[in-house]
């Protein structure tokens, strides 16, 4: 069974302080890794899509990382308006359906 | 930049009753979605619909649920009769790549949270 776990659940981080977020995945076959933003209340936007390890995908702040096994999302110099819970997703080989993680809570305090 | 709406943002229902969430892709999309959160959980997928029909459909989506395009930019989701665990957010998603492709993006609209009484 396809798996995608995210940790840490919560984070909390000063403005400014850099840390990373990881999902780590179980799939037969990747076909995509998907990062996205959750603001409260709303729909998943999306972020970045990786294929293949060692590819790397960068949008402002936000970098993402892809190993044979998890991916990270970085983060570089917080501010309070990326507080948000970061959700990873997976297809699997046979263009199945999205799998999503349980996502990572970011709280950037000022 | 083009948005996926959804109606109602919230509806309140007793259980038992039929339900219809509406969708409102984003107007050159041809692929689209139901995907489910329940308050803590994992945002779970649903369905699947291409050319007027399902794809694809998880175990969730038992004959209390149907899809349907009733016109060229609606997608709706009906529920026949509701169940207490029905209660949760659901996300309509379109997307204008076939699923697995490169450069796939699906977009997600904000949600119907339901809650069934």
């Known amino acids: 069974e396809d798996q995608v776990t995210q940790s840490p659940e919560a984070l909390r981080l000063q403005e400014g302080e850099s840390s990373s977020l990881n999902c780590s995945y179980t799939?037969?076959?990747?076909?995509?890794l998907f990062w996205y933003r959750q603001d409260p209340g709303k729909g998943p936007e999306f972020l970045f899509t990786?294929?293949?390890a060692g590819e790397e995908k960068e949008k402002e702040r936000l970098k993402a990382t892809l190993t044979k096994k998890e991916s990270f999302l970085h983060i570089t110099a917080p501010k309070p308006e990326d507080s948000a819970t970061y959700l990873c997703?997976?297809?699997?080989?046979?263009?199945?359906?999205?799998?999503f993680g349980k996502g990572t809570r970011l709280s950037v305090i000022a | 930049e083009p948005e996926v709406t959804q109606t109602p943002s919230h509806q309140v229902t007793q259980m038992g009753q039929e339900v219809i969430l509406r969708c409102v892709p984003i107007?050159?999309?041809?692929?689209f979605y139901w995907y489910r959160q329940i308050l803590g959980q994992k945002v779970e997928f649903l369905v699947s619909?291409?050319?007027?029909?399902?794809?694809?459909k998880s175990e969730i989506f038992d004959d209390q649920f149907s899809v349907e395009r009733p016109d060229g930019s609606n997608f709706t989701l009906k529920i026949r009769s509701t169940k207490l665990e029905d209660s949760a957010m659901y996300f309509c998603a379109s997307s204008g790549r076939p699923r697995g492709t490169f450069n796939e993006k699906l977009f997600f609209g904000s949600g119907t949270q339901l809650s069934v009484l």
């Open positions: 990786l294929y293949s």
């Open positions: 997703a997976v297809r699997a080989q046979g263009n199945t359906p999205l799998v």
């Open positions: 799939v037969s076959g990747l076909r995509g």
């Open positions: 619909f291409y050319n007027n029909e399902i794809s694809e």
């Open positions: 107007s050159n999309h041809l692929y």
